[in-house]
């Protein structure tokens, strides 16, 4: 996003961040919706869709867990790979290419920072949940989720011409993030609550 | 590094995030109403808006 955002600010040029930001929502949206259906299809085959009120109750206790880190009641790490994405695609490969390269590499979630709780749980839910669709849906509805950021992102740039601005907008409003995040997560876990009791009371 | 952050950037920003939060809980609850599973898809919505930091 940092590198993305001046395309229009700066170069003024929108046709070419439209096109980029386009590139690197569909190259994102690709991955995760393959990536979603395959973590849900290894569910399925290792069987967990047969236990679906343990996976319940399970997403529903790891919802609550993250949505407390979020909002700073609980203090720990969560698993990832300290890393983010190489800007020097941008030299390399221009606009179009790179930004292709980072949906590609950014959407995936396993080999770049993860600083909020609800993309695991999201991958947990399509690991437990057993069901390829479902995966596929989740993973592919975060990423947008993620993409949108980068759409709006130009409503707050003013002149930086490197993209910190936004990011410095962003870093500065982090407490305000975090509790959306956890407003995501507990809305997600009441679903899971209203779903357990369905089907614990035969619904 | 210019990191100067215009006054303003942030009240958008959060403008924009009221909006994708109300947007989401309302179609997940519509949603929910069809199919409880469904109501899951625009909540994931949600928490990839505020997931910024990793972009």
Known sequence: MGALTPLVKVARDWRTWGAAVSLYTLSGLGVTLAAGAGIGELGHVAGLPGRPAFVLAAGLAIALVLAARELGVLRFRLPERPLQTEKVWMHQFGPLGAATLWGLHLSLGFFTRVNYGGFWLLTLLALGLGSPRLGALLMGAHWLGKALSVWVAPLALRTSADGSEVVGVWDTDARHYRRVQALGLLAAGAVLAVWLTTLVSGG | ?55
């Open chain 2, 1 to 55: 590094m210019d990191t100067t952050v215009d006054s303003a950037g942030p009240d958008r920003l959060r403008a924009a995030s009221a909006v994708v939060a109300a947007t989401a809980l309302v179609t997940a609850a519509g949603a929910g109403a069809v199919d409880v599973r469904l109501a899951l898809v625009p909540l994931a919505v949600l928490l990839g808006w505020s997931h910024l930091h990793s972009v």
